[in-house]
Nanobody, 123 residues
Framework: QVQLVESGGGLVQAGGSLRLSCAASGRTFSSYAMGWFRQAPGKEREFVAAISWSGGITYYADSVKGRFTISRDNAKNTVYLQMNSLKPEDTAVYCC????????????????WGQGTQVTVSS
């Protein structure tokens, strides 16, 4: 089992920045690929970014490419999502997830999920 707890969400103006953190506990964090997903009211959960177990490979949704950066610190059992140039359409609950397999954008491939943290971007 892996437990995931997100933090760092909040209210920010358009153009601003936030840094989300996801702290993991339980089984060996460094063996998991990690992903960030988001869900806005009335919409399906969508992929945001993913990172391989080593941190050497990253993958982004087109909607956030160039604005968001995913990273991880395996010594701290934490994965981060740096979000810059935020837009109102980025407003959503952001969740991190752990995948025992390889890096992927597929929601169903992820085995463990956090509860999420709210990000609200005002115009």
């Amino acid at each position: 089992q892996v437990q995931l707890v997100e933090s760092g969400g909040g209210l920010v103006q358009a153009g601003g920045s936030l840094r989300l953190s996801c702290a993991a506990s339980g089984r060996t964090f460094s063996s998991y690929a990690m992903g960030w997903f988001r869900q806005a009211p009335g919409k399906e959960r969508e992929f945001v970014a993913a990172i391989s177990w080593s941190g050497g490979i990253t993958y982004y949704a087109d909607s956030v490419k160039g604005r968001f950066t995913i990273s991880r610190d395996n010594a701290k059992n934490t994965v981060y999502l740096q979000m810059n140039s935020l837009k109102p359409e980025d407003t959503a609950v952001y969740c991190c997830a752990a995948n025992e397999g390889s890096i992927t954008a597929r929601v169903l491939a992820y085995d463990y999920w956090g509860q999420g943290t709210q990000v609200t971007v005002s115009s």
